[in-house]
């Protein structure tokens, strides 16, 4: 990694990129944060999504170079490629065999978001890695249609397709109908003793 090769400069965002050591390090600070939960979002595991931005990071450097406009799109679309080589190797990697269980807590909000952020994460782990990776993009990362057909170089239809079959899984997935229910009774709980 040479410290002193000046192409051009700008921000990390959508102009103009500055194609030097410390432009790919500012873009690193600014973004990894981001790039981080969208790893985790699409592997279900924080060691692997920690070696998929790593991975993606030092992919993205040695291309850093041509990166002319949009590095965010750039860097985002080498991720989702690299976690797809992945799953085609059909490696799983380890499976747990029992659920620890979760930490009781005194019905606090924070508990309740937190089973519900959980029930989703697991809910997404259930998904196919294809159909997980577009409502990853299409909903977390809020890209387009088009966007996300880039990034998955696939067609605008074929996005449409799998965002339909993820949220028609999703819908009936029972981590997430469960909550609902949940979420319901304790909604009409709260409302009952409010009336009264």
Known sequence: MRDD????????GGGVVARTREGFEHFVAARSGALLRT????????HLAEDLLQTTLA???RSWARVET?????????????????????WNGEHPTDDLPE???AGSDHAAQESTSFDVRSALARLPKRQR??????FFEDLSEAEAARVLECS??????????????LR????LVNAADEHDSTTSETTEGAAR
């Open 172 to 175: 009936v997935d029972p981590s």
């Open 103 to 105: 930490p009781a807590s």
């Open 156 to 169: 605008r239809g074929t996005v449409k397709s799998q965002t339909s079959k993820a949220l028609a899984k």
């Open 133 to 138: 990776a577009v409502v990853v993009l299409r």
């Open 59 to 61: 992919k993205a450097w």
């Open 5 to 12: 090769a000046p192409v051009g400069d700008g921000d990390e």
């Open 39 to 46: 790893a985790y979002l699409l592997t279900q595991d924080n």
């Open 70 to 90: 949009n590095p965010d799109a750039y860097v985002r679309k080498i991720l989702v490629n690299t976690y797809a080589t992945w799953w085609r190797r059909k």
